[in-house]
């Protein structure tokens, strides 16, 4: 790279930053890639910390060492992550998203890259200091969820199918009972997707009672891998605590009230706000 002016370089590495998260990079990697010295280099990336944790856009770490640098931890303030999921929830709760049953029609939403994005972040926040080797979710809606996270958390995703295919090679499958309907079905994992005591974020796009997660945390204990947290999109406020099969997640939006007849919702921030 051509050697850029002060104000240039200092876009250009906040960008190079945002696109690696969690990613260690050294200073003689940026003092290479801009040819400057280290210590333009360290007033460069201290203005950039400086800007990240007041707009509430992420932490900027130091690793001291021979083999230290800094790393970008995204993140987004209480403040912005509320006003955020307020909007969102105005969406969630239009009378024609209204399903049988008390679901809502989100596909639409789900394929918003501006909307992805924050959610992403918010997971990403909650779960900023869990160690986590991949982000698992169950097709299909959970999919882009689930790679929004991964995109802030530098991390791989693995896909449950309600079927295996045979392009997955040989599987592991099992049969779970849904907590909402109690219905047997079945969900597989190729064997190849997932190392044994991986340790799995767990991110769906809406949970009833949590049979289909909990089929996920039965499906990790045949890989001997461990849940290391669960992030729900919505959740339904509508069963009873002795019917919910879960208790340690962290929602973003709760589905509280719902008029089949009428059509009207209530949705209000998720447990992510009372944290």
Do not use: W
């Amino acid at each position: 790279m051509k050697k850029l002016k002060r104000s240039a370089r200092l876009v250009e590495m906040t960008q190079y930053l945002l696109t690696r998260p969690h990613t260690l990079i050294s200073l003689t990697a940026f003092a290479d890639r801009y040819q400057s010295a280290k210590s333009s280099i360290s007033e460069d990336l201290a203005i950039i910390k400086e800007v990240f944790e007041e707009e509430g856009l992420g932490e900027l770490n130091t690793v001291a060492g021979a083999a230290g640098g800094v790393k970008y931890t995204p993140k987004m303030s209480r403040a912005d992550a509320l006003q955020n999921m307020n909007h969102i929830c105005r969406q969630l709760e239009q009378p024609e998203r209204v399903l049988p049953g008390g679901y809502l029609y989100m596909t639409d939403m789900l394929g918003l890259p501006g909307m992805l994005a924050d959610v992403g972040r918010m997971f990403a926040t909650a779960f900023a200091t869990a160690e986590i080797d991949v982000i698992m979710t169950v097709e299909t809606k959970g999919i882009p969820l689930a790679y929004a996270t991964a995109a802030c958390m530098n991390l791989p995703v693995v896909i449950v199918r309600r079927d295996n295919k045979v392009t997955e090679g040989s599987a592991v499958s099992i049969n779970y009972v849904s907590g909402s309907n109690k219905r047997i079905q079945t969900m597989s994992l190729a064997r190849r997707a997932l190392k044994e005591h991986a340790r799995v974020l767990i991110i769906d796009d809406f949970m009833k009672a949590g049979g289909t997660i909990q089929g996920m945390m039965d499906l990790l204990f045949e890989f001997n891998a461990k849940v290391a947290g669960v992030g729900v999109f919505v959740e339904s406020g509508e069963l009873g605590t002795e019917e919910r099969l879960l208790e340690d997640y962290v929602s973003l939006a709760k589905l509280t009230a719902v008029d089949l007849k009428t059509k009207h919702t209530t949705i209000v921030p998720g447990n992510y706000f009372d944290r």
